[in-house]
Structures are given as structure tokens and as C-alpha cells.
């Protein structure tokens, strides 16, 4: 079984930039989440989608970040302009329903400078 | 949300058991206990997780206090590629959702 399929895994900016992260989840797989990770640190939740509508996005800083999930299969995270506190590892996650363990992807490490 | 608590670090030789504790006293009766856990430059990978009983799945087993406010999940045999950062996560009602990650436990297993 194919696993969750993140691009690109490394990225590097300058800080005012625009990125963009891609995530191609598990073939049906209704519930996809992304994380944040700060290096030292555990991953935290920034937003999470139920097919193509979002669960929670509490803590999505949205004056700079935005995700969809067009159709219910793929998504993106952009971030723009990006800070330089934004540096960290970005993780898609996904999982068949929300009760179920959620399969993640190797991520991909941004670096602002 | 019922925050977990894990020590730092452990190690254990390779071929051993390894019981890694976790404190949970705050507790709510829906909570679930998750164990995930994340090996170097990898995203997290489930591990494991139970309600009230005692749980064993073909990575490691789950022991759960009666009272519920500790567990301890149990890596029967470590091996070198079982080096990794565990988390231990309460979430309410079993989802997957919001799973609140702490720093975790850094495994070192030594040949």
C-alpha cells in the first residue's frame, strides 16, 4: 500500500516569501491532517480536513497560512509571506476515518532565512 | 485537554524488554491512550492505543493501570531500529483528531 506522499521534502526561503506544500494522502483516506513541527519539539496540529471540509483549524495562523483540499483527495499548505519562526518540518497526515490511527509522511523540512 | 507525562530519556540494550512509562492523571473516562512514535528524519507512526484493557498488537503491548492515570507501553524485545522518540497522547473519544503531542521519550538502544 502506497503511503501519504508529501513535496517537496526539503525548501528553503527567504523570509517574506510565498511557499507552498503538497499531500497526497492515502487512497481513501477521508481524513487528512497537517502538522507542524518545531525542531525539539512534538508535532502540532495546524488543521484538519473530513473529505474536502475542515474539522479544525483552530490553530492554523490564518493572517499567513492556508490549506484546502480540493475534491477530497490532495492538498496544499501555502504560507505566505513566511516568518522566520516558520522553520520546521510541515507533516500531512492521513487516516480512513477520524477515530482511526492516522499514517503520516516524511514531511517537508522548510527552512526560512 | 488531559496533558501526558514522559520522561525525557531512557536506554535499553538491544534484545531486552522496554517498558516505557507514562503518567496521565487527569484522565477523563473517554479518554483513549495513544502511543505513536517517531523514528529520525521520519513523520510520527502509530503504535498503539487502548481504553481500559490491556492491549497487544504485533509491535508491542499496552498496559494500562486500573485507575487509569499511568500506563506503560512495553516493547517486548528491543531492537537498534526501535531507537525513537515515543509520545504518549490522550484524546477524547478515541479520534485521531488534535492528537497533542508532548516532547515524548527518546529511546537509545544500544547494541
Known amino acids: 500500500e502506497a503511503g501519504v506522499a508529501q513535496s517537496p521534502r526539503y525548501k528553503i526561503i527567504e523570509k517574506r516569501q510565498s511557499v507552498a506544500f503538497w499531500c497526497n494522502p492515502i487512497?481513501?483516506?477521508?481524513?487528512l491532517y497537517w502538522y507542524q513541527q518545531i525542531l525539539g519539539q512534538g508535532p502540532k496540529l495546524l488543521i484538519q480536513f473530513q473529505n474536502n471540509g475542515v474539522v479544525d483549524d483552530s490553530q492554523l495562523p490564518k493572517d499567513r497560512f492556508s490549506a484546502e483540499r480540493l475534491k477530497g483527495v490532495d492538498s496544499t499548505l501555502k504560507i505566505q509571506p513566511a516568518k522566520l519562526e516558520d522553520s520546521a518540518v510541515y507533516l500531512c497526515a492521513s487516516s480512513p476515518r477520524a477515530d482511526t490511527e492516522a499514517f503520516f509522511g516524511q514531511g517537508t523540512r522548510l527552512t526560512v532565512v | 485537554d488531559a496533558k501526558t507525562t514522559q520522561p525525557n530519556s531512557m536506554e535499553s540494550n538491544e534484545e531486552e524488554p522496554v517498558h516505557l512509562p507514562c503518567n496521565h492523571s487527569t484522565i477523563s473516562g473517554t479518554d483513549y491512550i495513544h502511543w505513536y512514535r517517531q523514528l529520525p528524519s521520519q513523520g510520527p507512526e502509530y503504535v498503539i492505543h487502548?481504553?481500559?484493557s490491556n492491549v497487544n498488537n504485533r509491535m508491542a503491548s499496552l498496559a494500562i493501570a486500573e485507575d487509569r492515570k499511568s500506563s506503560t507501553l512495553i516493547l517486548h524485545r528491543a531492537t537498534l531500529r526501535d531507537a525513537a522518540v515515543y509520545y504518549c497522547i490522550l484524546s477524547y473519544g478515541g479520534s485521531q483528531g488534535n492528537l497533542i503531542f508532548g516532547k515524548g521519550t527518546k529511546l537509545s538502544v544500544k547494541p
Open positions: 487502548g481504553l481500559t
Open positions: 487512497s481513501g483516506h477521508a481524513t
